[in-house]
């Protein structure tokens, strides 16, 4: 199971993501999880990286792109993997394409998650009190003020993957304003 899992910041990608990944017993590759990482541990991709996100703003491709590939080069990715947060762009899309062909590999379904945007941020005011009240440093990212902007970042940049995606016939859209286990169930039904 090759699973790409699109929709904006907060749409539950993370949440499905893991759910997928347990079900299907392959990792769950997160790209923002691989960037916050690398500013954790203040990597030279991590230092590029971080001014970027904490103004709600996309990495380059190049620093993306090389962090998937070698990611998907390991043995735990050799029998599928779930990319949460990658694509981002169609030029990134066509990078994984190209980078899957050349394994002779391709991607099983791409799952957009679609969403309301003002529950979105109520989401991810959430998530942010949440990480607080389990004594928790919330994510540098998790404001309203930042989430606004990546919205916008997603709506401008992203949005065109449902349509390149719809084009290859791999584009599954589900709505992702129910329960969390209604939604896996959804996703689950559409893929089967």
Known sequence: MRLVMLGPPGAGKG???QRLSERFNVPQLSTGDMLRAAVKAES???IAAKSVMDAGGLVGDDIVVGCVAERLQQSDAVDGFILDGFPRTVAQAVSLDKLLLSRRLCLTAVIE?????EL???RVEQRAQDALNNGQSPR???TPETIRKRMASYRENTVVLSNFYHNQNRLIPINGMGAVDQVTVDILEALS
């Open 15 to 17: 949440t499905q993501g």
């Open 44 to 46: 030279p991709v991590g």
């Open 113 to 117: 998650l679609l969403v309301d945007e």
């Open 120 to 122: 979105l941020v109520k």
């Open 140 to 142: 540098s990212d998790d």
